[in-house]
């Protein structure tokens, strides 16, 4: 394509949504053919909300109930996470306990000190890691938050995050322009795949931390694809970066939208397929 051509198509798309920061992402973006698509926020609506509370206390008295959440409120106070922000939503009203100590993991948890017992909110397997051993957590497709102190789990958080309305159509889209679509996250299997099920995905790659997120993009490189990668997250950066193209959603966060060569100002996951298709349009054109 010419240049003028180019910044005609850049033009287009700004209008649109989607904008450009380097000046050859449009061209790079037409010689793409797999798109790895993170979960939370990119194709959930990203406002997860808790669904159920279990407690392994021994009476479940309300007091312990309120312990129980404000244990969990004095670490994620110090999480930006949108799992952290259900669970203090869900917890309001409850004064959380002065935390210290307190250190986040990304794509884990939250660890710290709380009344100088060591507690520890997150994953399953962050718990797992730390030697803490798991209650039965039976096939739930909802996200499950876990939360232990001194080596034993006092909670479970079941959290569910909807699927955004129009991702149905932007996969449909997708997947008939002749893309490999993958899903990636950080969350388990029986949630990703709930999400990938809803959509018709079929390539899903869950429990993946956020350093494995950019290798995973670098083996699908090696397979020699080339590769899209949407996400909104922190987690998201290093995979943005290393992809061919890495578009960011501007809902999320800051260090999301600098690691990436695109940014959709609207949250319309269907500008995916605009672009593609656009870029494609510009770069083929035989003039
Ligand atoms: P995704 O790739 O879907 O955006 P993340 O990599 O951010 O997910 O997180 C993976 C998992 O780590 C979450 O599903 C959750 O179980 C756990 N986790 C991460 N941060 C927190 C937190 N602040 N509070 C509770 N759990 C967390
Ligand atoms: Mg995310």
Do not use: C
């Not at 009344?115 to 957590?137: A, H, I, M, T």
């Not at 497709?141 to 955004?164: I, S």
């Not at 656009?278 to 083929?284: E, I, K, Q, Y």
């Amino acid at each position: 394509a010419t240049p003028a051509a180019l910044s005609v198509a850049v033009g287009r798309a700004a209008q649109k949504g989607v904008l450009f920061r380097k000046g050859d992402a449009l061209e790079r973006l037409a010689r793409v053919d797999t798109v790895a698509l993170d979960k939370t926020g990119t194709l959930t609506l990203g406002r997860p909300r808790v669904v159920e509370v279990r407690l392994f206390g021994r009476t479940a008295s309300s007091e312990e109930r309120q312990e129980a959440l404000g244990k969990v409120a004095a670490l994620e106070a110090h999480s930006t996470h949108p799992l952290a922000r259900a669970i203090l939503e869900y917890a309001q009203g409850v004064p959380p306990y002065p935390a210290e100590e307190v250190v986040v993991e990304p794509g884990l948890g939250v660890r710290g000190k709380v009344l100088g017992r060591e507690v520890l909110v997150g994953s399953p397997r962050y718990l797992e890691e730390k030697g803490v051993p798991l209650p039965d957590l039976g096939g739930s497709g909802a996200t499950l938050v876990l939360a232990a102190e001194e080596g034993r789990v006092f909670a479970l958080f079941a959290v569910e995050d909807p699927v955004k309305p129009e991702a149905q159509e932007a996969v449909r889209v997708l997947q008939a322009m002749g893309l490999r679509l993958v899903l990636v996250t950080g969350d388990r299997e029986a949630p990703a795949w709930e999400v990938a099920r809803r959509l018709g995905l079929s390539e899903v790659h869950a429990g993946v931390l956020p350093k494995d997120k950019a290798q995973l993009v670098a083996r699908l490189q090696e397979e020699g694809r080339r590769v899209l990668f949407v996400g909104d997250g922190i987690n998201d950066a290093a995979a943005l970066a290393r992809a061919e193209v890495g578009l960011a959603l501007a809902t999320g966060t800051d260090i999301a939208v600098e690691a990436g060569d695109a940014v959709l100002m609207r949250d319309d996951i269907r500008l995916i397929p605009f672009a593609l298709r656009l870029a494609r349009r510009t770069v083929w054109t035989i003039r």
